[in-house]
């Protein structure tokens, strides 16, 4: 009987993707259903996004203070743990701080001729202390290219140096195109804000039918929305709208046993043209010295 379950206290967090148009769906289902039974909530429901730390941090703490609040132990715990294993010291690396890698290797492993250029990466991990096991991935934050950026700040006509404040960080816009935002991946919350501010209403047409949107996120650039489907933006709102930027994830290609303190990676470099313009990924688009892993 409900009054025998409930009320319960909840903290939920849902895990998604803004680029679908079901953002966070099941969560919000599932923290709406508890609120139905009766459920009390101690904090409002988080939804992250592929950012996920961006909300989750500051959630976290949040949620850990209120479960200490809400909760009152009366005695002392009646019982030790000794740890059977030796504790690992922690990492001094870590996603917001990365290890800078020396690049040993970049050669070139598809066939002459093929279309596709597939690259063997071998990266230093001498001295970081850093460790990996089979099936392990591999963080690498990349900078936007600097030739897209500039495109960006002529279509919109926006100057390079003004200072923009978010998220607790201040930084002259072109320092956010091309180290802090994602401007490589089209996100559905830029095109529903591009749509809201262009002159015509092909994009809002678009963005309002889910295959259409599917297929222009797959097949467009931050760029190409911009040119096709012009728009007024101040410097503020374009780096709002704007998803952060997320480290590249590789699978590993390697065996620490054999190739001891390197990591190697498989990489498809990525480079085409669309629409009269060539495009090229964040990370894989050129042969660099270092790398930035996380």
Known sequence: PRSTLFPYTTLFRSLGDSSYAKFCAVGVQIDARLAELGARRLLPRADTDVDIETVAAPWRIAALDAARDHVHVSAPPRTTVTPLRAVRP??????????????????????????????????????????????????????????????????TRLDAQTIVSHDGQTLPLRDWLLEKREITRLTRPFVLAQAQRARTSDLGAIAADPSSLQRLLATH??????????????????????????????????????????????VARVAYDFLDRAHVGAASRSEEHTSELQ
């Open 90 to 155: 922690s990492i001094a690396w870590h996603r917001e701080r990365p290890f800078s890698a020396e690049v040993l290797t970049n050669q070139r492993i598809s066939a002459n001729g093929s279309a596709k250029d597939i690259r063997h990466i071998e990266l230093s991990l001498r001295d970081s202390g850093l460790s990996y096991e089979p099936g392990d991935s591999l963080g690498v934050w990349p900078s936007n290219p600097p030739e897209l950026v500039a495109a960006i700040l002529d279509v």
């Open 221 to 266: 650039q931050v760029i190409d929305v911009l040119h096709v489907h012009p728009a007024q933006w101040d410097a503020a709102s374009l780096v709002a709208a704007l998803r952060p930027l997320a480290p590249r994830l590789y699978s590993i290609a390697s065996s620490a046993k054999v190739a001891e303190d390197e990591a190697h990676l498989t």
